[in-house]
């Protein structure tokens, strides 16, 4: 009889296991593969390539291979056969600098940023004395500061409470992260934001905050 239950709860142990999934799990792109995702400024025109070095054999020449156009102003391209490799990408009569990529980056403001696939996960309390006003503005600072939004940031979304708020972020490997509701600020003016990375949690509550890597588990 013991040895029938104890089989029979390994058993339901192992179904359950089968359907616990991490929360922010995602297998879009390997970070060791060079994937270079180009954020197109306003004054370039469409015809954008891409020119590699010191990529074993897949070097080019000037002006390069085209880059895949993924979406509105933003090309992409990715080899599954490097880790890394210089570049410079183009349009024929506007070039960035010298650049490097080592795995999968974003390139904006002819600086580069590491991404991921992977989910930042945002949680946020609201004191007592601030608005429901409640925005979030990040920004990425991995070779100089690089943002994607204007001052105050994005509104949060409510979470069914007058005081919970959240926000799940992806697209990049680390973030730094202010709060605010238009008048109220954390951390305060003139300092830098909460440092952030891909399947981490930050947590906001009680005028504090902690950052943690992902432990809750969904049930399927």
């Not at 880790?83 to 349009?91: G, M, R, Y």
């Not at 940031?153 to 509701?181: E, P, R």
Request: net charge negative; aromatic share 16%.
């Amino acid at each position: 009889k013991f040895m029938s239950t104890l089989s029979l709860v390994f058993a339901i142990v192992m179904v359950m296991t089968s359907m616990v999934v991490p929360a922010s799990a995602s297998t879009t792109t390997s970070e060791e593969t060079v994937k270079i995702v180009f954020y197109k400024p306003d004054n370039w025109g469409d015809n954008i390539s891409i020119h590699l070095w010191n990529a074993k054999s897949y070097d080019t020449s000037w002006p390069g291979v085209k880059m895949e156009k993924s979406s509105n102003g933003i090309y992409t391209y990715q080899n599954k056969n490097l880790t890394s490799c210089n570049f410079v990408i183009t349009d024929g009569n506007n070039q960035t600098s010298d650049l490097y990529c080592n795995g999968y980056v974003g390139v904006k403001d002819n600086k580069v940023f590491a991404k991921s696939d992977n989910t930042i996960d945002i949680y946020f309390k609201k004191p007592s004395n601030w608005s429901s006003n409640i925005r979030c503005y990040y920004y990425t600072d991995d070779y100089g500061v690089v943002s994607f939004m204007d001052w105050p940031g994005v509104a949060m979304k409510n979470n069914h409470s007058d005081d919970d708020y959240y926000l799940y972020v992806t697209g990049y490997k680390n973030l730094k992260v202010i709060f605010t509701d238009g008048n109220n600020q954390y951390p305060s003016s003139g300092e830098s934001g909460i440092s952030v990375s891909a399947s981490q949690e930050l947590i906001f509550e009680k005028n504090k905050y902690t950052v943690t890597n992902h432990k809750y588990m969904d049930f399927y």
